[in-house]
Nanobody
């Protein structure tokens, strides 16, 4: 079995920065696309940023120019650098990965979520 473990959330003031990390572990054959989603209370989960295995990135319009997604394929880890944070960024952030797991086949996996709170 495989799992995604994420970290880096916390409380920051508007204009501050946070860096989220999410590492895949277990019997992994390969990791394909990875991404970050967020969900605020009473809101639907939305895609924040994604990155393919080849490094192609995509961002929600609301975070373009402020957030940067990256990955370290050797570590099966995806990162989200968040700068110029706004109160509207407050949400639980979840990482996601499309992976080929040994014994489980290809599937979509989710991290446990990490809280990001932007408040003065």
């Amino acid at each position: 079995q495989v799992q995604l473990v994420e970290s880096g959330g916390g409380l920051v003031q508007p204009g501050g920065s946070l860096r989220l990390s999410c590492a895949a572990s277990g019997s992994i054959f390969s990791v394909d696309s990875m991404g970050w989603y967020r969900q605020a209370p009473g809101k639907e989960r939305e895609l924040v940023a994604s990155i393919t295995g080849g490094g192609r990135t995509d961002y929600a319009d609301s975070v373009k120019g402020r957030f940067t997604i990256s990955r370290d394929n050797a570590l099966n880890t995806v990162y989200l650098q968040m700068n110029s944070l706004k109160p509207e960024d407050t949400a639980v952030y979840y990482c996601n990965a499309l992976m080929l797991a040994v014994g489980d086949g290809r599937g979509s996996y989710w991290g446990q979520g990490t809280q990001v709170t932007v408040s003065s």
